[in-house]
């Protein structure tokens, strides 16, 4: 088994043992190629019905602007020389061109090279809209799909998201959908410089049938040679995928754990981790970056050898020098275009792990959350649990085996149990990050999934262990229990559970941050933060899960107290290791090993 960090990442060799093992297990001809899964992430665009055939006009224009320019060139040069005849006696395209340039301008070599210049404007006009319009397109594909991917992760079924890591999520919404971007360029790229190519290859055909077979020819060369580099890039891109992957999980773990790391003394061990996983990016990256040089230099190779053949098989077909030298000027004009579609192809193929990431995450059937289309207007009776049942995936032992209890409003209820019973999951039902397997949790008599959730959770709140303080201030934290409250109730909500004095201390107040994982605070002063969150919904349904284990026991009386007088009438859920006999509950539920085991009301004992 690798080696790995407290957190399960396997480190240094074994890392990359990983890394690469799994990169060669999903190599496999059955994968989407990098152009399958563009055309699919494509479909979520509706602009592409007018996107794409106008960057297409626009690039068609421009390869035709320059085209003309370069024959015109040839004039201009000629005209410069005093060799305007020789164009004439040669034929072919160019002498009809001149002929009429002449019709128009007379001889005239200041006419031409105005006319020449207008038309390098023109082109550069063009590829000026172009890159605006490229520019536009790729920011816009990185907004949806940003924002596509966010929707996922806010819309899924929690089960869903507990099982993919952390990094792996974080490095797909934040990197992976500007790769999505990315390939689209390159798409585009390699579309338009298509499009310049037909038209060059055109004129050159127009210029001398000879020359154009010629060229198509080593041009084919020159593209057989240059695809052998796509395969690696393709394994590359796989690779760096995984590896990119570990690193964002590696920085989440260095944010979000650092006081934990830092107390048992393990900087070196994280620098080390973080250390391989950065280094094993930047291999990765040098690999590809290598690879894709070498499209340069072979281009280059190509192009030179494809012009000497050229050259000489046009000097023995007896192809006139003002043709040859327009044939020569427009394969030169041609050649970067060649070499950027190999570019862009290369780079496609080592972005096709990404594309395939985000669209896995986008596409496909995902767990969604059970949303009833009834509005919850409030409770009248109890809300029971009728004999159910659920499992979590990869685990034998079931969470809950047919448990069945009620919680009856106006009622403070304990549920207890030890670490492991199922408290958690049954919370996780209530509040509906679950849906049960089996058996179901009925409100009224009616079930609890025929409401909708939003409807249903504006009438709960909780406080606990689980329910962390997220980054932001304390105001943004507090106010997610009520979104539209003032700050006349923050200060009340506050001052109700005593935090409010440690916050007015505080030099910035409700304004004041929270840092990753609420480490700016105490563990007490978090759970009086949270306490207050909750509170501040005015709930109907409040769950205390172990919500006031780290704050003294005078205080914690105190605040109960309050608690108690604002939640008269209402339903309150305790969750706790152990029953406890100062909470003065109605009813204890006691469960172990996911089954009711035992309920207690205050006047007495019921059979489980």
């Given at each position: 088994?690798?080696?790995?960090?407290?957190?399960?990442?396997p480190?240094?060799?074994?890392a990359?043992?990983?890394?690469?093992?799994?990169?060669?297990?999903?190599?496999?001809?059955?994968a989407?190629?990098?152009w399958?899964?563009?055309?699919r992430?494509?479909?979520?665009?509706?602009?592409?019905?007018?996107?794409?055939?106008?960057?297409?006009?626009l690039?068609?224009?421009?390869?035709?602007?320059d085209t003309?320019?370069?024959?015109?060139?040839?004039?201009?040069l000629?005209?410069l020389?005093?060799?305007?005849?020789?164009?004439?006696?040669?034929g072919?395209?160019?002498?009809?061109?001149?002929?009429?340039?002449?019709?128009?301008?007379?001889?005239?070599?200041?006419m031409?090279?105005?006319?020449f210049?207008?038309?390098i404007?023109?082109?550069?006009?063009?590829?000026?809209a172009?890159?605006?319009?490229?520019?536009?397109?790729?920011?816009?594909?990185?907004?949806?799909?940003?924002?596509?991917?966010?929707?996922?992760?806010v819309?899924?079924?929690?089960?869903?998201?507990?099982?993919?890591?952390?990094?792996?999520?974080?490095?797909?919404l934040?990197?992976?959908?500007?790769?999505v971007?990315?390939?689209?360029?390159h798409?585009?790229?390699i579309?338009?410089?298509?499009?310049?190519?037909?038209?060059?290859?055109?004129?050159?055909f127009?210029?001398?049938?000879?020359?154009?077979?010629?060229a198509?020819?080593?041009?084919?060369?020159?593209?057989?040679?240059?695809?052998?580099?796509?395969?690696?890039m393709?394994?590359?891109?796989?690779?760096t995928?995984?590896?990119?992957?570990?690193?964002?999980?590696?920085?989440?773990?260095?944010l979000?754990?650092?006081?934990?790391?830092r107390?048992?003394a393990?900087?070196?061990?994280?620098?080390?981790?973080?250390g391989?996983?950065?280094?094993?990016?930047?291999?990765?990256?040098?690999?590809?970056?290598?690879?894709?040089?070498?499209?340069g230099?072979?281009?280059?190779?190509?192009?030179?050898?494809?012009?000497?053949?050229?050259?000489?098989?046009?000097?023995?077909a007896?192809?006139?020098?003002?043709?040859?030298?327009?044939?020569?000027?427009?394969?030169?004009r041609?050649?970067?275009?060649?070499?950027e579609?190999?570019?862009?192809?290369?780079?496609?193929a080592?972005l096709?792990?990404s594309?395939?990431?985000?669209?896995a995450?986008?596409?496909?059937?995902?767990?969604?959350?059970?949303?009833?289309?009834?509005?919850?207007?409030?409770?009248?009776?109890?809300?029971?649990?009728e004999?159910?049942?659920?499992?979590?995936?990869?685990r034998?032992?079931p969470?809950?085996?047919g448990?069945?209890?009620?919680i009856?409003?106006?009622?403070t209820?304990?549920?207890?149990?030890?670490?492991?019973?199922?408290?958690?999951?049954?919370?996780?039902l209530?509040?509906?990050?679950?849906?049960?397997?089996?058996?179901?949790?009925t409100?009224d008599?009616?079930?609890?999934h025929?409401?909708?959730r939003?409807?249903?959770?504006?009438?709960?709140?909780?406080?606990?262990?689980?329910?962390?303080?997220?980054?932001?201030?304390?105001?943004?934290?507090?106010?997610?229990?009520?979104?539209?409250?003032?700050?006349?109730?923050?200060?009340r909500?506050?001052?109700m559970v005593?935090?409010l004095?440690?916050?007015?201390?505080?030099?910035?107040?409700?304004?004041?941050?929270?840092?990753?994982?609420?480490?700016?605070?105490s563990?007490g002063?978090?759970?009086?933060?949270?306490?207050?969150r909750?509170?501040?919904?005015?709930?109907?349904?409040?769950?205390?899960?172990?919500?006031?284990?780290?704050?003294e026991?005078?205080?914690?009386?105190?605040?109960?107290?309050?608690?108690?007088?604002?939640m008269?009438?209402?339903?309150?859920?305790i969750?706790s290791?152990?029953?406890?006999?100062?909470?003065?509950?109605?009813?204890?539920?006691?469960?172990a090993?996911?089954?009711?085991?035992?309920?207690?009301?205050?006047?007495?004992?019921?059979?489980?």
């Amino acid at each position: 088994m690798p080696a790995s960090d407290p957190e399960g990442v396997p480190t240094g060799a074994a890392a990359t043992d990983t890394v690469d093992a799994s990169a060669t297990d999903t190599e496999t001809a059955a994968a989407p190629s990098s152009w399958g899964e563009i055309a699919r992430l494509a479909r979520r665009f509706p602009e592409r019905r007018w996107a794409a055939p106008l960057m297409v006009l626009l690039g068609v224009l421009a390869a035709a602007a320059d085209t003309v320019s370069v024959g015109l060139a040839v004039m201009l040069l000629f005209a410069l020389l005093d060799q305007g005849a020789r164009i004439a006696e040669a034929g072919g395209v160019l002498a009809r061109i001149h002929q009429a340039l002449q019709s128009v301008t007379g001889a005239d070599t200041a006419m031409i090279a105005g006319v020449f210049f207008a038309l390098i404007l023109a082109s550069a006009g063009l590829v000026y809209a172009y890159q605006l319009m490229t520019a536009g397109m790729m920011n816009r594909v990185a907004e949806r799909m940003r924002d596509q991917v966010h929707r996922q992760y806010v819309d899924v079924g929690y089960r869903y998201l507990q099982g993919r890591e952390q990094g792996e999520l974080l490095h797909i919404l934040a990197t992976e959908t500007w790769t999505v971007a990315d390939g689209f360029y390159h798409v585009a790229r390699i579309g338009v410089n298509l499009c310049a190519i037909v038209v060059f290859g055109v004129g050159l055909f127009f210029l001398s049938w000879v020359v154009g077979l010629t060229a198509l020819v080593c041009a084919a060369a020159v593209f057989v040679l240059l695809r052998l580099l796509s395969r690696p890039m393709r394994r590359l891109g796989r690779e760096t995928l995984a590896a990119n992957q570990i690193l964002a999980e590696r920085m989440l773990v260095s944010l979000q754990g650092m006081r934990t790391l830092r107390v048992f003394a393990q900087e070196r061990h994280v620098l080390r981790v973080f250390g391989a996983a950065s280094s094993r990016v930047r291999r990765l990256a040098v690999r590809a970056e290598g690879l894709k040089a070498l499209i340069g230099p072979l281009g280059e190779a190509g192009s030179l050898g494809s012009l000497i053949v050229i050259v000489l098989v046009a000097g023995r077909a007896g192809v006139a020098a003002p043709t040859t030298i327009a044939a020569v000027l427009l394969l030169f004009r041609l050649q970067p275009h060649l070499r950027e579609i190999e570019a862009s192809r290369i780079a496609l193929a080592g972005l096709n792990a990404s594309l395939r990431s985000v669209r896995a995450m986008l596409d496909g059937d995902k767990p969604r959350p059970a949303d009833g289309g009834r509005v919850y207007a409030g409770p009248a009776g109890a809300l029971r649990f009728e004999a159910v049942s659920f499992s979590h995936a990869g685990r034998q032992r079931p969470a809950l085996a047919g448990v069945s209890f009620e919680i009856r409003r106006g009622e403070t209820t304990v549920l207890a149990g030890p670490s492991g019973s199922g408290k958690t999951t049954i919370l996780n039902l209530i509040l509906r990050l679950y849906d049960p397997d089996g058996g179901r949790i009925t409100t009224d008599g009616e079930d609890l999934h025929g409401f909708s959730r939003e409807s249903w959770l504006g009438r709960v709140a909780i406080a606990g262990q689980d329910i962390g303080l997220i980054e932001g201030t304390l105001a943004q934290n507090l106010r997610i229990g009520a979104r539209e409250a003032d700050d006349d109730s923050l200060r009340r909500i506050c001052a109700m559970v005593e935090i409010l004095e440690d916050i007015d201390a505080l030099p910035d107040g409700f304004a004041t941050r929270i840092g990753a994982s609420g480490q700016n605070f105490s563990g007490g002063q978090r759970q009086r933060i949270g306490l207050a969150r909750a509170l501040l919904r005015d709930p109907d349904l409040l769950i205390l899960d172990e919500a006031m284990s780290a704050i003294e026991p005078d205080r914690e009386e105190r605040i109960r107290t309050r608690i108690g007088a604002m939640m008269q009438g209402r339903t309150v859920l305790i969750v706790s290791h152990r029953p406890d006999p100062a909470f003065r509950p109605d009813r204890t539920i006691r469960i172990a090993a996911g089954r009711v085991v035992g309920q207690k009301a205050a006047a007495g004992d019921s059979a489980a």
